[in-house]
């Protein structure tokens, strides 16, 4: 099983600011096979990028993903107040599919 | 657009089965392109894919979970359902069901239904 770890585990940022969220796996995954999502208390997990890099339908050109291997990154580039939530990166290159811990994103 | 929604009982005991359907509309769970996943999520934790199932009714489990989830998919009903047997607490979860094009990421989500095992 490949296990995702992601960091930090809190990032405290004010509006306005860059986030940058990371999340590195055990084994390598293929880029093709990385997504992010974004949760918010009560709601279900919301699809913001897939493949590594490439945006969701509807999703603000703000977030952007990238990396390969094992090393991955979200990046929020000026944070709006409905930005503050808990993200969480998945990988689906192996049959076991598994996602990582979460970093959660408060308002500084 | 699709939706999906997930239905069951919401206290189960331990050791009994934890069963739950999920109805899509807006779409087909017999798209040939589309898998159909469940997924939780403990309160206050991460989350935890389940399985997936394929309209044709192949399937494929997390290797954690597999002996004692089954998952099945009714085409006449544009449903798929889950059974969790021989629950605990630790199968207290929010129990999504999830659309996943071509077994990737997953592009829509049930609104989710909170199952609490207990006596």
């Known amino acids: 099983e490949i296990v995702l770890t992601q960091s930090p585990g809190t990032l405290s940022l004010s509006p306005g600011e860059r986030a940058t969220l990371s999340c590195r796996a055990s084994?390598?995954?293929?880029?093709?096979?990385l997504a992010w999502y974004q949760q918010k208390p009560g709601q279900a997990p919301r699809l913001l990028i897939s493949g590594a890099s490439s945006r969701a339908t509807g999703i603000p050109d703000r977030f952007s993903g990238s990396g390969s291997g094992t090393d991955f990154t979200l990046t929020i580039s000026r944070l709006e107040p409905e930005d503050f939530a808990v993200y969480y990166c998945?990988?689906?290159?192996?049959?076991?599919?598994?996602f990582g811990q979460g970093t959660r994103l408060e308002i500084k | 657009q699709v939706q999906l929604q997930e239905s069951g009982p919401g206290l189960v005991k331990p050791s009994e089965t934890l069963s739950l359907t999920c109805t899509v509309s807006?779409?087909?769970?017999?798209?040939?392109?589309?898998?159909w996943s469940w997924i939780r999520q403990p309160p206050g934790k991460g989350l935890e894919w389940i399985g997936y199932?394929?309209?044709?009714?192949?399937?494929t489990y997390n290797p954690s979970l597999k002996s004692r989830v089954t998952i099945l998919v009714d085409t006449s009903q544009n449903q798929f359902s889950l059974n969790v047997s021989s629950v605990t607490a630790a199968d207290t979860a929010v129990y999504f069901c999830a659309k996943a094009p071509y077994a990737t990421c997953f592009d829509y989500w049930g609104q989710g239904t909170l199952v609490t095992v207990s006596s």
């Open positions: 807006g779409g087909s769970v017999s798209s040939g392109s589309d898998y």
């Open positions: 084994q390598s995954v293929s880029s093709t096979y």
């Open positions: 199932i394929y309209y044709t009714g192949s399937t």
């Open positions: 998945h990988q689906y290159g192996s049959s076991s599919v598994t």
